[in-house]
């Protein structure tokens, strides 16, 4: 299947501080891409919505000036924590899809954020 | 708005038993339907998938799924589970069309006991 690469796979942060997450389509131009989060043993909560040079759409409760998200080409995006704080620790999931095939999304392989 | 309801969190087997995972979703429309599994620190696996046209579904690693529409739902199977099948499975439905969002169920924690 076709490969979504998420970077880092890992990262921890102080508090206050921005940290930014890449997520690539390597083989497939994704025109919409999408960033979860999920709790442990928690179900993929999505954050938002993202289409190749448009703003991103977000899901309610989620802070869009909190959560930055770009998406300026069609196989890269990334999401931006800002100021984040300990409660922002999670694991973080992007996926892409190629909408005008109708295919599945695929997934990255998250990154573990740690905030301290 | 689509919802997807996953009946069981956890589930305990024995290697070579028999594997039934429910999901039901509601939806007035047309769907897509998936099944995902995640091995412990590992990325989100698709298992297999429905579109359209024949209601049971093939997917990888022996297991199968079958849609019935009248139930609005999509239970996954497999004849005989394996120590290797221990993961996280989840359901997930999209309303068909472009750019439609995929919603997951809470998942189903699998773990099969030697």
């Known amino acids: 299947g076709a490969v979504v690469s998420q970077h880092p796979s890992r990262v921890i942060c102080k508090s206050g501080t921005s940290v930014k997450i890449e997520c690539r389509s390597l083989d497939f131009q994704a025109t919409t891409m999408f960033w979860y989060r999920q709790f442990p043993k928690q179900s993929l909560m999505l954050m938002a919505t993202s289409n190749e040079g448009s703003k991103a759409t977000y899901e309610q409760g989620v802070e869009k000036d909190k959560f930055l998200i770009n998406h300026a080409s069609l196989t890269l995006s990334t999401l931006t924590v800002t100021s984040a704080h300990p409660e922002d620790s999670s694991f973080y999931i992007c996926s892409a899809r190629e909408v005008l095939l109708n295919t599945e999304a695929f997934f990255g392989q998250g990154t573990r954020l740690t905030v301290v | 708005?689509?919802?997807?309801?996953?009946?069981?969190?956890?589930?305990?087997?024995?290697?070579?038993?028999?594997?039934?995972?429910?999901?039901?979703?509601?939806?007035?429309?047309?769907?897509?339907?998936?099944?995902?599994?995640?091995?412990?620190?590992?990325?989100?696996?698709?298992?297999?998938?429905?579109?359209?046209?024949?209601?049971?579904?093939?997917?990888?690693?022996?297991?199968?799924?079958?849609?019935?529409?009248?139930?609005?739902?999509?239970?996954?199977?497999?004849?005989?589970?394996?120590?290797?099948?221990?993961?996280?499975?989840?359901?997930?439905?999209?309303?068909?069309?472009?750019?439609?969002?995929?919603?997951?169920?809470?998942g189903t924690r699998l773990q099969v006991t030697l």
């Open chain 2, 1 to 106: 708005a689509q919802s997807v309801s996953q009946h069981n969190h956890h589930v305990i087997l024995s290697e070579a038993a028999s594997l039934e995972l429910g999901c039901n979703y509601s939806y007035g429309g047309t769907v897509n339907l998936f099944w995902y599994v995640q091995y412990p620190g590992q990325h989100l696996q698709l298992l297999l998938k429905y579109f359209s046209g024949d209601p049971l579904v093939k997917g990888i690693k022996g297991f199968e799924a079958e849609f019935i529409k009248s139930k609005f739902s999509f239970n996954l199977r497999k004849p005989s589970v394996q120590w290797s099948d221990t993961a996280e499975y989840f359901c997930a439905v999209r309303p068909s069309g472009t750019a439609s969002k995929l919603t997951f169920g809470t």
